[in-house]
Structures are given as structure tokens and as C-alpha cells.
């Protein structure tokens, strides 16, 4: 099974968390079979203060979705994570942002993410990926919902 995740933070060697992600969800979730170039964008919402880096990454694992959350809250807790705001400053945040073609909503799990098509910074890694992936609930490509964002954040590839 194929888990399409966005990695980012905002906090300390933004490069070096994205890299421990990396290595950790690796060896803890899956292979990395893709990876999309690293973005730099303002922070999205009203409370956090530095801008971020992200980068989306599809993993071919065989664990349940659940059991995909809870590897990557343990990968974001030995990156120092704190969840003290929503939407505020942190060392590492990793979302599912789609299972293959699966829609879950639980308590503590929806997938598909239910905002990645207001998000410029999650789709245009997520274009890097896979264009062409129809989105399980919204019956539209990558990049049609990239060029339907009205997302005006400044979104820019980030040299590595």
C-alpha cells in the first residue's frame, strides 16, 4: 500500500528535521519510493512566525492507517514536536495526506487531509509527485486543484 505524506516544520535546521524524517519514516513506516522537491513557504494561518519548508513523500509500507499515524507521532515527538497551537511554529509536522484511494474519517485520522486543496505549499510538492492522482473524494487531478487554489501564500522550491 502507497501513503502519500507531506513532511515540514518551521523551527532550528529546517533541512536537518525534513532529513530525519526522512531517515526515520524509512525506518519506521516504509520505503520512500518518492520524493518531491523541498518548498519554502509563509506560514499558513495567523500564529506561527517563521516560514516553513516542506517536502511530500510517498511510502510503500504495509502497516494500517492507524498504525501509519502512530509512527508518525512518535517520529514528530523525538523531533521535540509540541502541539501547544494549532497552526503555530514547530520543529517537524507530518501529515497522511492520502492512502492510495482510501477515505477514512475517524476521531483522529481523515484521509484524504481535509485541506490540502486550499494549500499551494501541499500541492505543489504534491504536483512533483504525481500530477495525474485523482483526489478520492473531490473527483479532481493534482493539478487541477493546483491551479483551482486561491491559496496567495508565496510558495518557492528550495535549494537543497
Not at 507531506?6 to 520512500?32: C, E, Q, T, V
Not at 518531491?36 to 516560514?51: C, F, K, L, Q, V
Not at 516553513?52 to 508518525?72: H, M
Amino acid at each position: 500500500m502507497r501513503a502519500t505524506l507531506l513532511i515540514g516544520g518551521n523551527l532550528g535546521d529546517r533541512n536537518a528535521y525534513l532529513d530525519f524524517a526522512m531517515s526515520h519514516l524509512g525506518k519506521s513506516i516504509g520505503s520512500i519510493v518518492k520524493r518531491s522537491d523541498r518548498y519554502e513557504s509563509e506560514a499558513w494561518g495567523d500564529r506561527a512566525n517563521h516560514p516553513f519548508l516542506n517536502q511530500v513523500v510517498e511510502i510503500e509500507t504495509t502497516l494500517q492507517p492507524n498504525e501509519i499515524l502512530k509512527g508518525i507521532l512518535s517520529i514528530e515527538q523525538m523531533a521535540e514536536r509540541t502541539r501547544i497551537e494549532r497552526w503555530g511554529d514547530r520543529t517537524l509536522d507530518i501529515d497522511v495526506l492520502f492512502i492510495e484511494n482510501q477515505i477514512i474519517d475517524e476521531e483522529n485520522l481523515t484521509v484524504p487531509h481535509p485541506r490540502l486543496a486550499e494549500r499551494k505549499f501541499t500541492l505543489m510538492p504534491l504536483h512533483d509527485i504525481d500530477s495525474e492522482f485523482i483526489h478520492p473524494v473531490m473527483q479532481k487531478s493534482i493539478a487541477t486543484l493546483l491551479e483551482e487554489c486561491t491559496d496567495n501564500l508565496n510558495v518557492n522550491k528550495f535549494p537543497y
